[in-house]
Structure formats: structure tokens, C-alpha cells
């Protein structure tokens, strides 16, 4: 049976089939965040962790890197 992919994306299916590479965004433990790549003709799967700090954008915190590995 056919299950339609979860993912809904922001801007609807036209902003969808324009945009070459999708990315999705959550957030994991404590101040960090997960950026995952999940369609691409050109990169793999992957995912990547980050932080959103009073500085900008930047690594997790050991703090909560060691959250994320419990």
C-alpha cells in the first residue's frame, strides 16, 4: 500500500518541485538544532548538528552535545 512521505513542505508543493535540494529542520536537545538533507541529485543523505547562540548560528555546547549521546 502506497504511504505518502510525512513531510510537509513550507511554501506547498510549487516551492517544492522548484527548489533543487530539500532540507529539514528540528530541534534536538537543549539548544541544539538537526539539519538534515533529505533530497538531492548532487549530496547524500546526511545530517549535521548546530546551535543557534547569542552569537549567530555556531557549534552545540559540550553541554548539550553530551545530551544529544545519552
Known amino acids: 500500500m502506497f504511504n ?3 513531510k510537509k513542505p513550507i511554501g506547498g508543493n510549487i516551492i517544492a518541485h522548484a527548489s533543487t535540494t530539500r532540507i529539514s529542520l528540528k530541534k534536538g536537545r537543549g ?3 538537526i539539519a538534515k538533507i533529505y533530497d538531492s541529485p548532487c549530496l547524500p543523505e546526511s545530517d549535521c548538528l548546530f546551535a543557534i547562540n547569542e552569537d549567530g548560528i555556531g557549534d552545540p555546547s559540550p553541554k ?3 545530551k544529544m549521546n545519552q
Open 64 to 66: 548539550d552535545m553530551e
Open 31 to 33: 539548544e541544539t538544532r
Open 4 to 6: 505518502p512521505d510525512p
